[in-house]
């Protein structure tokens, strides 16, 4: 063991000690007194003598890789680089604007039981809002104050609420489903959903298909491998898909609730953040281990090299499925941006060099089958909040999604509690929606939707409602309507091989990891913050050598006989 590793192994009981202080609910101040006290023990020379850790990529799970490297390894701050080529972090979680209009690209769904090392490592981040407690405390405090229990989940062409008690299977459809849950993943390689289901068309006319597919964004194109593992990972709220209630809320957009805390914990503690600098390319040392020598970035003031020494370790997202994004307005509709993305670029380079490193070609391929587009709404007032309201039943933020089954683009709203933004006034309220067949004309608005503008979009919608005679007077209160195109948001659900994702630290490799929702996790499933967060503590426990502490593991509720049973009462009504 080398002497990083050696001193590592020391300071992690640092982190744990400070993690059983935070959830003991003791004051910040007096948690940092208690760290420093330990950390004194220690021998300042050792530890600024540690090297360096370089993140490709400021999203989520390079910030939580991070977190957890000055938690549990007592790294300085300091010696954390993290470099992104925006001008912002946070990668996926977004949230911005004002009252001339707000916008977040995707909602990103949480949940208490299954969200294991996410709500762990949250335990330990101290909230902006509320001294003394966590982020975690804060965002479930404040869930279950709001709890989800949808009213209208699906409504059809002729805008009635849908009585979605019944999953509508028939025999077959289960008898496919059973199938599938015994089935090995090496025999799935690059099959999709539909192919499973040739058999039973009729599953894709079932009340689950529209509520899973459009709570989760999945296409019958989508990879059965992720299908399969998220019936495995969320079969725990099989049986209350049609009320979301195990959806688990934050009190603003994740941007502003889980982000800009995170951010603040680094901050306080010296880590740096280049934005606008976008790694370029890796080289790796010759010979059978995988060694990151040199990362060639791109910056505001040029090109630069930077040299990975001996004890430095270099952790890559090696995929963003909002690369490529591009907003519209109310007037305007967003460009279809097809290019190649960076991260997914740096992907390819990385693997031509060494082989274990993936292939990224089955994910970011066909942007016309992994876009779908979002919109968010504001509006001064709450007008069409309570005419949304009084028609589902639901009171803002409690309601998940809104599925119009019939939509032509498959569109879907949800209304979050009030306000969503920091910056909300009182007097603005907003919402979100997405569609997932972009390339569909309309039901009511004769163009495709990838080429409609933000109004255009709200049309659609509220026809869709059946409230073609107040449109002018919903038009008034609107200040703007932003669409968003993704077009590689679905990437991390495309066919594939096993072989495809990379595992997040290769058996051969010395100091490079990677961490996305372009990893392979086993059991666990993609599009979610706990992959991020997963994919991150996996990476630094075993580039850091850490031996005291445990990545949490995924909670087995497919072998749990209760959730099994319910699962199976569920699938019969």
């Not at 995707?106 to 509320?130: A, C, D, H, K, V």
């Not at 991020?532 to 031996?547: D, H, N, Q």
Request: overall charge negative; proline content about 4%.
């Amino acid at each position: 063991m080398n002497k990083k590793k050696a001193l590592i192994v020391t300071l992690a009981g640092v982190g744990a000690f400070a993690t059983a202080l935070k959830l003991s609910k003791i004051k910040n101040e007096k948690v940092e007194k208690k760290i420093t006290n330990r950390l004194s023990d220690i021998d300042a020379q050792e530890i600024e003598s540690m090297g360096n850790a370089y993140f490709v990529g400021g999203g989520l799970a390079s910030m939580a890789g991070a977190a957890y490297l000055i938690r549990d390894c007592g790294m300085p701050g300091n010696h954390i680089h993290i470099y992104e080529g925006m001008n912002i972090l946070g990668g996926s979680n977004d949230g911005a604007g004002d009252r001339q209009g707000f916008v977040c690209r995707g909602g990103r769904m949480l949940n208490e039981e299954t969200y294991e090392n996410f709500w762990e490592l949250f335990s330990s981040i101290p909230s902006l809002e509320f001294e003394g407690k966590s982020v975690t405390e804060e965002i479930l405090n404040f869930d279950h104050l709001h709890p989800t229990h949808a009213q209208a989940r699906l409504i059809d062409k002729d805008g009635n609420i849908l009585d979605v008690t019944s999953m509508g299977f028939d025999n077959k459809d289960r008898l496919l489903l059973a199938k599938l849950m015994k089935t090995p993943e090496e025999n799935l390689d690059d099959m999709t959903i539909e192919d499973w289901f040739k058999e039973s068309p009729h599953f894709f006319e079932t009340n689950f298909w529209y509520m899973w597919q459009t709570t989760f964004a999945f296409q019958k194109w989508s990879s059965l491998f992720e299908f399969k593992r998220y019936m495995n990972r969320m079969i725990f709220e099989f049986s209350r898909i049609e009320t979301l209630e195990g959806v688990t809320r934050t009190p603003y957009n994740q941007y502003e609730s889980l982000i800009l805390p995170l951010k603040s914990y680094l901050e306080n503690r010296g880590v740096n953040f280049h934005t606008d600098y976008t790694v370029t390319d890796i080289d790796f040392a010759d010979g059978e281990n995988i060694i990151a020598e040199k990362l060639y970035i791109n910056t505001p003031e040029g090109k630069t090299i930077i040299d990975v020494l001996e004890d430095d370790i270099c952790i890559m997202t090696n995929g963003c499925m909002t690369d490529c994004a591009t907003l519209g307005n109310i007037d305007t509709a967003p460009e279809f941006n097809s290019k190649k993305p960076i991260s997914g670029e740096l992907w390819k380079k990385v693997s031509e060099k060494r082989s274990e490193l993936g292939n990224p070609e089955p994910f970011f391929g066909n942007p016309k089958e992994t876009n779908w587009e979002s919109f968010t709404v504001t509006m001064r007032g709450n007008k069409l909040l309570k005419m949304i309201e009084n028609f589902s039943g639901n009171i803002p933020g409690s309601g998940a999604l809104m599925t119009f089954k019939d939509s032509s683009w498959l569109m879907s709203i949800v209304v979050a509690a009030q306000p969503h933004f920091k910056a909300q006034e009182s007097d603005t309220t907003i919402f979100w929606g997405y569609g997932l067949y972009t390339g569909n004309k309309g039901d009511y608005v004769d163009k495709p939707m990838m080429e409609c503008t933000g109004r255009e979009i709200l049309i659609e919608l509220i026809h869709h409602f059946h409230w073609e005679d107040k449109i002018d007077e919903i038009m008034e209160d609107v200040v703007d309507v932003i669409p968003c195109m993704m077009p590689y948001i679905d990437s991390q659900f495309q066919p594939r091989k096993m072989s495809d994702r990379p595992k997040v630290v290769m058996d051969n490799s010395v100091n490079f990891a990677m961490i996305s929702q372009f990893v392979e996790i086993p059991e666990d499933m993609v599009f979610t913050e706990e992959y991020s967060v997963r994919a991150a503590r996996i990476a630094v426990y075993e580039l850091m050598g850490i031996t005291d502490k445990k990545v949490i593991p995924v909670t087995p509720y497919n072998k749990n006989p209760k959730v099994l049973a319910k699962a199976l009462k569920t699938s019969f009504r």
